[in-house]
């Protein structure tokens, strides 16, 4: 297939010379665009734990520099930037590309669908995941390769009111990716308002939303977010990302047999140690609130929880419908869950 014509902000980019980024390559540093903000748990535990590992384990001829959201392409322009050379990669949500397939939403996050972030990593490596994502690619965005695809947290939710259950989402006024989250979230009775993650303190604060589907509860205590919503729900209801880590068909051949084993090795336990280090994070700063008493931390009964994956069940079914490719992800998602006894 073609690859789309760049965003204008891509193309600006190649014409003042970022494509010069992907030469990088020749030096063993892969320039990757991640997901996360510069202020994020998430990209400073990995840029100081696990990217001088890469170049350890390598020997020195292999390493990475993460740089943050936005900072070479849009968000949602990675893949093409990656397909054509001016980055070497992106480890980045897949539910960035959503509006090319509905099975990229699939795929990026099956809302209220897995109960943790192993689960997912589970699915990834082992439940054809991987696979399946890389054939959405090759249909998509040819000469990009997957390394892997993983989730580190689940996202809990802020809310300024107390929201116990399904009933209690009612006529919320929620902050919400477009697409699939939206689509649940109005199916629950709530009013879903799509913004950017960087509007959500603000929005919260003047009043425009109620709740915000957010990041995971480290992220979420270090924007701020707590100091207005003072009813978190963890651990959350909703959202867990799944992220990939992709290179380009050039970059993979050049690294050689060697360092595409160590590359993969060193993704699944590099996302395999930011999981640990978030859910533990996670909860000593939810055992630090709970026990100052200012916020009011929920934790949805179980029965709550399967509600909201049943009215979730049924967005899945009708995303499925939409495209050949997103039935095959959905199929694979269930065929998985079922197995794990999720459904």
Same mark, same amino acid.
């Given at each position: 297939?073609?690859?789309?014509?760049?965003?204008?902000?891509?193309?600006?980019?190649?014409?003042?010379?970022?494509?010069?980024?992907?030469?990088?390559?020749?030096?063993?540093?892969?320039?990757?665009?991640?997901?996360?903000?510069?202020?994020?748990?998430?990209?400073?535990?990995?840029?100081?734990?696990?990217?001088?590992?890469?170049e350890t384990m390598t020997g020195?001829?292999?390493?990475?520099?993460?740089?943050?959201?936005?900072?070479?392409?849009?968000?949602?322009?990675?893949?093409?930037?990656?397909?054509?050379?001016? !980055?070497? #990669? $992106? *480890?980045?949500?897949?539910?960035?590309? /959503?509006?090319?397939?509905? +099975? %990229?939403? !699939?795929? #990026? $996050? *099956?809302?209220?669908?897995?109960?943790? /972030?192993?689960?997912?990593? +589970? %699915?990834?490596?082992? #439940?054809?995941?991987?696979?399946?994502?890389?054939?959405?690619?090759?249909?998509?965005?040819?000469?990009?390769?997957?390394?892997?695809?993983?989730?580190?947290?689940?996202?809990?939710?802020?809310?300024?009111?107390?929201?116990?259950?399904?009933?209690?989402?009612?006529?919320?006024?929620?902050?919400?990716p477009e697409g699939l989250a939206?689509?649940?979230?109005?199916?629950?009775?709530?009013?879903?308002?799509?913004?950017?993650?960087?509007?959500?303190?603000?929005?919260?604060?003047?009043?425009?939303?109620?709740?915000?589907?957010?990041?995971?509860?480290?992220?979420?205590?270090?924007?701020?977010?707590?100091?207005?919503?003072?009813?978190?729900?963890?651990?959350?209801?909703?959202?867990?990302?799944?992220?990939?880590?992709?290179?380009?068909?050039?970059?993979?051949?050049?690294?050689?047999?060697?360092?595409?084993?160590?590359?993969?090795?060193?993704?699944?336990?590099?996302?395999?140690?930011?999981?640990?280090?978030?859910?533990?994070?996670?909860?000593?700063?939810?055992?630090?609130?709970?026990?100052?008493?200012?916020?009011?931390?929920?934790?949805?009964?179980?029965?709550?929880?399967?509600?909201?994956r049943a009215i979730a069940q049924?967005?899945?079914?009708?995303?499925?419908?939409?495209?050949?490719?997103?039935?095959?992800?959905?199929?694979?998602?269930?065929?998985?869950?079922?197995?794990?006894?999720?459904?």
């Amino acid at each position: 297939m073609k690859i789309r014509t760049l965003g204008t902000a891509l193309t600006l980019a190649a014409a003042m010379g970022v494509a010069g980024l992907a030469a990088d390559a020749a030096d063993r540093t892969l320039k990757i665009q991640t997901s996360s903000n510069a202020s994020h748990a998430s990209l400073a535990y990995l840029n100081e734990v696990w990217v001088p590992m890469l170049e350890t384990m390598t020997g020195g001829e292999l390493t990475v520099e993460l740089l943050p959201v936005d900072a070479v392409v849009p968000r949602r322009e990675t893949a093409e930037a990656i397909a054509v050379g001016i !980055l070497d #990669g $992106d *480890l980045t949500s897949i539910n960035y590309f /959503a509006g090319i397939d509905p +099975a %990229f939403a !699939l795929m #990026g $996050d *099956l809302i209220a669908g897995y109960d943790s /972030a192993d689960q997912i990593q +589970a %699915f990834c490596a082992q #439940g054809g995941g991987k696979e399946i994502l890389q054939k959405l690619f090759d249909t998509h965005f040819p000469g990009v390769h997957v390394v892997g695809c993983g989730a580190y947290a689940r996202e809990a939710f802020v809310s300024k009111v107390p929201v116990r259950g399904v009933e209690d989402l009612a006529g919320l006024k929620i902050r919400s990716p477009e697409g699939l989250a939206a689509d649940v979230f109005k199916r629950a009775g709530a009013a879903p308002v799509s913004m950017s993650g960087s509007e959500t303190y603000g929005a919260l604060e003047k009043g425009v939303i109620d709740a915000a589907d957010n990041s995971a509860y480290a992220n979420n205590d270090a924007n701020g977010m707590h100091k207005i919503a003072k009813f978190p729900i963890f651990p959350g209801i909703h959202s867990t990302p799944i992220l990939q880590f992709t290179v380009s068909d050039q970059v993979w051949e050049e690294i050689g047999e060697k360092n595409q084993a160590v590359l993969e090795t060193w993704y699944l336990a590099a996302y395999n140690g930011l999981r640990q280090y978030f859910d533990r994070l996670d909860r000593q700063l939810v055992a630090r609130d709970k026990a100052a008493g200012e916020l009011e931390v929920i934790d949805w009964p179980q029965e709550e929880r399967d509600k909201l994956r049943a009215i979730a069940q049924e967005a899945w079914s009708d995303f499925a419908a939409q495209s050949d490719l997103a039935k095959e992800v959905y199929d694979a998602h269930v065929n998985f869950m079922k197995e794990a006894g999720l459904l």
